[in-house]
């Protein structure tokens, strides 16, 4: 009678277990349902001239990933669920290392507003929609959650810089309540709007729908007959439709890459923006100009790092890990307490309180004790 029993009672509580599975699984699927569809839009069909490369110029690395890499993270990191990357130029070696994205071909490239058409297959989505150049890896997951809250109660939301002088750059215009009206030419402004010190920083938040149903409206009466995705502004704020404009916190993050003296001052300035997070946790860094680390990397407390590092990649270093110049690191894992000398280690497990070098090569997997 006891083992029928106890036979009986497991079998109950195998299925009360699935039950409370089911519904948990049941209530997330019905909050999922419920929160606003997140979409977004990568322009990343250029080729880059002035980068002097056969490379597409969001394929050129930063740190230890393609510059678009950093932007599709960020996206990710706030929940976007469909992303979908505009290509063009070298589109093969893009698919291939995007493999989990979606994808749409401009061929030829007319504009902004011409390589937006080409994302049919979002046109149907309710939500709100970012769109986003593929050329800018500073942008922060933070300002893109920023973009997603601003833009609920409005048709559009674009992110905005203030200069001392706007130069070159499209002024935005706002109405007595603040909302955006349009945006400016610098070669058309009158000499009011001249004055204006608030520029447009080329990324956007839409309301799906809002977009789709008037990306037709787009003209090409301009000089380059292109179709500009920032008449889109002009076209909503024309039909009544709220367009706010999020001042960005830090210009940095919105910083374009066109050739490769502009990729070096983005590599230096997301190299002293992860140096200077990990010193604020306590990692001490020697030299933070001589020491790169991933942004994914994971570090312990009452670790130092001498000049000369890279530690890359997937890579986790436990707390009291001394890590002596010369060394890189990838994909590895450093226990606690343990020293690497002047050496290489690559996807491989440095165990606690060992040392390894100086001129050690440790890869594939190995344990070293």
């Known amino acids: 009678m006891d083992k029928i029993n106890n036979f009986v009672y497991d079998d109950y509580l195998k299925r009360f277990s699935f039950f409370n599975i089911f519904f948990f699984v049941r209530i997330a699927m019905v909050q999922k349902v ?38 599709t993270d960020a996206l990710k990191a706030v929940g976007v669920q469909r992303i979908v990357l505009i290509v063009g130029y070298q589109k093969e070696a893009i698919q291939e290392y995007f493999s989990d994205l979606e994808f749409a071909i401009q061929e030829p490239q007319l504009g ?39 833009n609920k109660d409005a048709s559009c939301t674009l992110l905005t810089s203030v200069l001392e002088d706007g130069k070159h750059y499209g002024r935005i215009v706002r109405n007595e309540e603040g909302n955006v009206t ?10 009011e709007q001249l004055k ?31 179709y500009y995705l920032t008449d889109m502004v002009k076209i909503l704020s024309s ?15 919105v910083m374009g890459i066109n050739d490769c003296v502009e990729l070096n ?7 002293d923006r992860i140096n200077l997070n990990h010193t604020k946790n306590g990692v001490q860094i020697v030299d933070p100009n001589r020491t790169v680390i991933g942004k994914d990397v994971v570090i312990g407390h009452d670790v130092i790092i001498y000049p000369n590092t890279e530690i890359l990649g997937n890579t986790v ?30 996807n491989s497990t440095v165990e606690a309180n060992s040392t390894i070098g100086p001129m050690s090569y440790v890869l594939n997997d190995e344990k070293v004790r």
Not at 120 to 126: H, I
């Open 196 to 226: 204006i010190c608030e520029i447009n920083a080329g990324m956007y938040c839409f309301k799906n729908r809002d977009l789709f149903d008037n990306l037709d409206k787009l003209e090409t009466n301009n000089a380059q007959k292109e």
């Open 34 to 71: 419920g929160e606003t569809m997140r979409n977004a839009i990568v322009l990343a069909a250029g080729k880059g001239t002035r980068m002097k490369s056969e490379k597409s110029k969001c394929m050129h690395s930063i740190i230890d990933r393609p510059m678009l890499a950093y932007i």
């Open 112 to 150: 902004t507003g011409h390589a937006v058409m080409q994302a049919a297959q979002l046109k149907d989505e309710d939500g709100d929609t970012v769109i986003i150049n593929g050329d800018g890896p500073c942008i922060q997951s933070e300002t893109i959650e920023k973009l997603f809250e601003m």
């Open 239 to 253: 039909q009544g439709k709220k367009v706010n404009g999020l001042v960005i916190e830090d210009r940095d993050e």
């Open 317 to 346: 270093i436990g707390n009291h890990v001394e890590i002596l110049g010369g060394t890189y690191i990838k994909d590895s894992t450093i226990q606690e307490g343990a020293v690497v000398d002047f050496s290489k280690v690559v």
């Open 182 to 191: 349009g945006i400016v030419e610098a070669k058309d402004c009158t000499p």
């Open 265 to 271: 001052v983005a590599y230096t300035w997301m190299r």
